[in-house]
Structures are given as C-alpha cells and as structure tokens.
T-cell receptor, first 113, second 113 residues
Framework: DAGITQSPRYKITETGRQVTLMCHQT?????MFWYRQDLGHGLRLIYY???????DKGEVPDGYVVSRSKTENFPLTLESATRSQTSVYFC????????????FGSGTRLTVV | DAKTTQPPSMDCAEGRAANLPCNHS???????VYWYRQIHSQGPQYIIH???NNETNEMASLIITEDRKSSTLILPHATLRDTAVYYC??????????????FGTGTRLTIIP
C-alpha cells in the first residue's frame, strides 16, 4: 500500500544501546523529516533530507545520526541512547513545492530505561 | 518565518462550525499560512494552506484577512473526530533547501457532544 510507514511502533531500549528507527515512504517524495515530540516541547525537528545522500540538521540533532542512501528510506539512529531521548518520533515526507503539505507516519514511541 | 499566536484551547458543539483564529501580525508578503492538526497519539495531518485568497477544500476553509495579519480556519460541521490540536504555521514559500516546518503549541479543540 502507498504511504509512509514507521517501525517499530513501540521500542524499549537500555541506556547506552544503539537503536535505529525506520521510515519508509512509497511516493518517491524528495523530502523526508524526523521530528520528536515531548510533553511541554511540542514537535521539534531533528534532521531532514532534501534528496538521497543529502541531509541536514534540524533544531535538536545532537545524539542522532541519519542516512538516506535510497529515496524511500530515511532511518534515524540513536548511537548511544540516553533517557532524555525517550520520546515519540515522527517521520514525514513531502513533495517539493508550495502546494504540497507534509505527510506524517504513525510514530514510534521510544522508551530508554 | 513569522510568529503566530493561537488560543491554547477552544470548545465547539458537535454539528456547529468551529472557527479557529490565528494571529500573524508580522507576516511578510511572501509567507504562506498553513494549518495542520494532530489527533491524539497520531502524526500531524495537513489541512489547508493559503497566501492571501480564501481557500476551501474537503476538510476546511481558510479565511485570511485583507491585511493578512490574521486568519481563521473553519471546520463547517464539527464532529467528535475533529477533536485535536490545531497548528497554524506561517512560513516562506517552500523551495529546494527550504522545506522545514516549525510547529508551535497550537490550539486544543474539543468537540462537545
């Protein structure tokens, strides 16, 4: 089915572990984004990508790594998870241009213990 | 991007029109008004956007004042499923390298049965 999917839906990991959150979209949208959402902070941009092999930092990139070897995938890696990274993570994609909005995935709820 | 001001919360009776205001008094001539909403635990959903003319789609209408310093999102016949946080975002026309979206705190709309 066409759309944007995130996996896993829920994840519990231990402090110091590496964890990767997956994001896949089927539209070949140029742009992809990772946001985190915490109570009291709203949605904050972590990283985004304008095309395959082009990525850039957002508002809160520290502690995260992204890659985009293929247009349809945009994984987010926490190299050494910390409790402050406990959050809900949303991936989004967008076609280039003013007439298109973002499409968000269903989110990954990550708990770091 | 221009700053926006929205009421933190609003109630609306089911079946009535929900009118959500947004103030953006510092908006520039090349900045668009976008509306998104986020239903509990889901990713944000694009609703509508406009530059200076009023816009309507299957979800809502967007009324922008002539001086563009404020706008109103109208949900014509609110249902319980419209209960969500609504975000008004003002930003320059997106283009290559400029597709980032910054979310504020929004308006929590509650539809009352």
């Amino acid at each position: 089915d066409a759309g944007i999917t995130q996996s896993p839906r829920y994840k519990i990991t231990e402090t110091g572990r590496q964890v990767t959150l997956m994001c896949h979209q089927t539209w070949s949208h140029s742009y992809m984004f990772w946001y985190r959402q915490d109570l009291g902070h709203g949605l904050r941009l972590i990283y985004y990508s304008a095309a395959a092999d082009i990525t850039d930092k957002g508002e809160v990139p520290d502690g995260y790594v992204v890659s985009r070897s293929k247009t349809e995938n945009f994984p987010l890696t926490l190299e050494s998870a910390t409790r402050s990274q406990t959050s809900v993570y949303f991936c989004a994609s967008k076609r280039t241009g003013v007439n298109y909005g973002y499409t968000f995935g269903s989110g990954t709820r990550l708990t770091v213990v | 991007d221009a700053k926006t001001t929205q009421p933190p919360s609003m109630d609306c009776a089911e079946g009535r029109a929900a009118n959500l205001p947004c103030n953006h008094s510092t908006i520039s001539g090349n900045e668009y008004v976008y509306w998104y909403r986020q239903i509990h635990s889901q990713g944000p959903q694009y609703i509508i956007h406009g530059l200076k003319n009023n816009e309507t789609n299957e979800m809502a209408s967007l009324i922008i004042t002539e001086d563009r310093k404020s706008s109103t999102l109208i949900l014509p016949h609110a249902t319980l499923r419209d209960t969500a946080v609504y975000y008004c975002i003002v930003r320059v026309a997106p283009g290559f390298g400029n597709e980032k979206l910054t979310f504020g705190t929004g308006t929590r709309l509650t539809i009352i049965p």
